[in-house]
């Protein structure tokens, strides 16, 4: 039993454009709220957390309704084609109704103004003055923006989804970081186009051919996942697999959709897998989403090149991880990432502004590798307790985790830095959250899988039974 690697990488060509897209959004849409309308960073992060609290009730709710949809594309395609159309054309109209914002700064000579050497905070002021004076273009981007945000949530779970409707459970774990590396190539094409663009040169440039640009490459996933992808072939030829190699029962005729109710120690252990997943997700995101603030700030370390050989160390590690859990086990293997994330963390702590800054690229080294570890095995136990009609339902579950605690996280940390200071708080909070994600997931008893080198020796005597 091998993993098909083609399929893997082109199912994920969904996950390709929705890296991209984030990318880019994540990129941009600060800048314009705060350069373009005046945004203060409190109002512009309060709208930048929209994303995540959307998704903690559409993700669960789309993945659900994705299991009861069949079409002739399948039960997730449809979810994937029209959701990617309607937020690729309004990202491309939220930057014309930028634009428009954006002639009139010009035409109130701010650019010149901040050219001048005025203060950041006057310059600011004068834009948000501009804003308020007439607020149809704001209120015209909020709404376009909210289409955008809710256009992509009703496709991130049925697109994560039909990884496991395709690969049969021992082969997840190896599945997933195809579909993590994927993803990844999305996201580094945005950020060439950002430097080729050059976003972050200029405060009042028009972002509508740098969008264009960035739809295009999601286009083009778009295109070879319609155009290679056959959903429903490949889901079949999965589950007679299961059936075969005694992974899933077969379904009565008149249940195809069937679903399982959960024993009482799967569900302790759904539990306890999803509560870890809040946990490391706070420790993990309380140090990225502010390690920026605490390079500059605290350490004077230039944070930028830490964050890439993190996601370097991340790349290169997934595929061994993949291959490692195959053989070690899902929960063994998750367990020792979170060692060596804590480590990391741990190790953090220590680094003050008399230490070299070239020792900080090892201990985000450690990191890349220790997140790699936990990443491409948490999503596969989650799923892994769900029956083909409940796939997508159990992937809501896993979100709704992994976004509260992306919204949690900010708010809990920045609580204490104010309180206590960020030295003392920054890396200790997450090594904390991430050491009482060990706990929980030491008393996990399901979610791991079959070894394949049994199910491929039940597999080989069944087919010389059969001759």
């Known amino acids: 039993m091998k993993l098909n690697y083609k399929r893997v990488i082109l199912v994920g060509m969904a996950f390709f454009l929705i890296s991209a897209f984030w990318q880019a959004y994540d990129a941009i849409v600060p800048l314009i709220l705060t350069n373009h309308f005046g945004l203060p960073q409190t109002a512009s992060g309060a709208v930048m957390s929209i994303d995540n609290i959307l998704a903690v009730f559409m993700l669960p709710i789309f993945g659900a309704l994705s299991d009861k949809v069949n079409t002739r594309l399948g039960k997730r395609t449809p979810f994937i084609l029209i959701g990617s159309v309607v937020a690729m054309a309004s990202f491309v109209c939220l930057t014309l109704i930028d634009n428009y914002q954006l002639a009139r700064v010009a035409a109130a000579g701010i650019p010149e103004i901040a050219q001048s050497g005025a203060a950041d905070e006057a310059v600011r002021k004068l834009t948000v003055e501009l804003t308020i004076a007439n607020p149809l273009p704001f209120i015209g981007f909020i709404a376009t923006l909210l289409v955008v945000l809710i256009a992509m949530a009703t496709f991130r779970s049925p697109a994560v989804a039909l990884m496991p409707d395709v690969t049969v459970k021992p082969l997840r774990s190896k599945a997933n970081a195809i579909i993590n590396l994927t993803g990844t190539a999305g996201g580094i094409l945005v950020l060439a186009l950002g430097m080729v663009f050059a976003t972050s040169k200029n405060h009042y ?129 998750i367990l020792a990432g979170i060692i060596i994330l804590a480590s990391a963390f741990f190790i953090g702590n220590f680094i003050t502004p008399d230490t070299p800054e070239i020792i900080m690229y090892p201990v985000f080294v450690l990191a890349g ?18 029956k083909g009609g409940d796939v997508g339902k159990y992937t809501g579950y896993y979100y709704t985790a992994s976004m509260s605690a ?37 008393f996990v008893k399901h979610g791991d899988s079959k070894k394949i080198d049994k199910i491929e020796k039940k597999d080989l005597l069944e087919q010389l039974d059969v001759d």
């Open 406 to 442: 992306q919204i949690v996280a900010p708010i809990l940390s920045g609580f204490l830095y104010d309180l206590i200071g960020m030295r003392y708080v920054f890396f200790a909070f997450g090594t904390v959250f991430v050491l009482l994600s060990f706990v929980t997931m030491l």
């Open 205 to 333: 440039m028009q972002y509508t051919g740098y969008v264009v640009a960035v739809v295009a490459i999601m286009l083009t996933g778009l295109i070879v996942f319609l155009l290679s992808v056959k959903e429903k072939k490949w889901a079949k030829e999965m589950e007679d697999d299961a059936i075969r190699l005694g992974l899933e029962d077969a379904p009565a005729e008149d249940d195809s959709k069937a679903t399982r109710k959960l024993s009482k120690a799967e569900f302790i252990s759904l539990l306890l897998i999803l509560a870890s997943v809040a946990l490391w997700f706070i420790g993990y995101n309380s140090i990225t989403s502010k390690y920026s603030v605490y390079a500059t700030n605290i350490l004077g370390f230039d944070f930028n090149f830490t964050l890439i050989v993190a996601q370097a160390a991340a790349i290169v590690a997934y595929i061994p991880v993949g291959i490692i859990s195959s053989k070690l086990g899902r929960k063994k293997t």
């Open 369 to 386: 590798i220790g997140w790699a570890t936990i990443n491409v095995n948490s999503f596969p136990m989650v799923v892994e307790l769900a």
